[in-house]
């Protein structure tokens, strides 16, 4: 079937209607273009190709990355930006899956993101595993926010970002980790 219609669509292609260019004109996107039988390559990202066009899953690139002090998850849409710029502090239970999801979701619409690792690999088993390694963390504040410090550097100096200062979203480790977060922010403008 997905032949047939890419057949239809050449010949009415080399025949020069107006409804080609109608049908050509309603592919916007990877998913519509893997739908009208488009060519798929599966480099990375995803792409499909039809009519000359070039088209890319909207999955945004991700993985670990080495920053300096720790290694984070970073996430990236697809195509050159410039893009703003988010580093992302976990919660109590880590750098855990759901915050990678976070990562990716903040990549899709359109930032590049840096999720920190602020317990140094370690993954608590439970919340009480977890109470003890936020309270570690809220010992040595200056090394947690040197480790953030550092994330918002090494995010500026990809090649996709705006020269905007990065953006802190996440964790809550109390009023104090709060204060100093804006006097970082503000630091980093």
Same mark, same amino acid.
């Given at each position: 079937?997905?032949?047939?219609?890419?057949?239809?669509?050449?010949?009415?292609?080399?025949? /020069?209607?107006?409804?080609?260019?109608?049908?050509?004109?309603?592919?916007?996107?990877?998913?519509?273009?893997?739908?009208?039988?488009?060519?798929?390559?599966?480099?990375?990202?995803?792409?499909?190709?039809?009519?000359?066009?070039?088209?890319?899953?909207?999955?945004?690139?991700?993985?670990?990355?080495?920053?300096?002090?720790?290694?984070?998850?970073?996430?990236?849409?697809?195509? /050159?930006?410039?893009?703003?710029?988010?580093?992302?502090?976990?919660?109590?239970?880590?750098?855990?899956?759901?915050? =990678?999801?976070?990562?990716?979701?903040?990549?899709?619409? /359109?930032?590049?993101?840096?999720?920190?690792?602020?317990?140094?690999?370690?993954?608590?088993?439970?919340?009480?595993?977890?109470?003890?390694?936020?309270?570690?963390?809220?010992?040595?504040?200056?090394?947690?926010?040197?480790?953030?410090?550092?994330?918002?550097? =090494?995010?500026?100096?990809?090649?996709?970002?705006?020269?905007?200062?990065?953006?802190?979203?996440?964790?809550?480790?109390?009023?104090? =980790?709060?204060?100093?977060?804006?006097?970082?922010?503000?630091?980093?403008?």
């Amino acid at each position: 079937m997905k032949k047939s219609l890419l057949l239809v669509a050449l010949l009415l292609t080399a025949c /020069g209607t107006s409804e080609t260019s109608d049908a050509y004109k309603e592919i916007e996107s990877y998913e519509e273009c893997r739908m009208a039988g488009g060519e798929v390559f599966f480099n990375e990202p995803h792409e499909c190709r039809i009519f000359g066009d070039v088209y890319f899953e909207n999955v945004p690139k991700a993985k670990f990355v080495d920053y300096g002090p720790a290694t984070g998850y970073y996430a990236s849409p697809v195509g /050159g930006g410039p893009y703003p710029t988010v580093v992302l502090i976990h919660g109590q239970m880590g750098l855990q899956k759901d915050v =990678w999801a976070q990562a990716r979701g903040l990549a899709k619409e /359109g930032n590049v993101v840096l999720a920190v690792d602020l317990y140094n690999e370690q993954k608590p088993k439970d919340t009480e595993a977890a109470v003890v390694l936020e309270a570690t963390v809220a010992q040595d504040l200056d090394t947690a926010f040197a480790n953030i410090e550092e994330a918002a550097k =090494w995010l500026s100096l990809q090649y996709n970002v705006t020269e905007e200062p990065a953006r802190f979203l996440g964790g809550s480790f109390g009023e104090e =980790w709060e204060q100093r977060l804006t006097v970082l922010e503000e630091g980093l403008k």
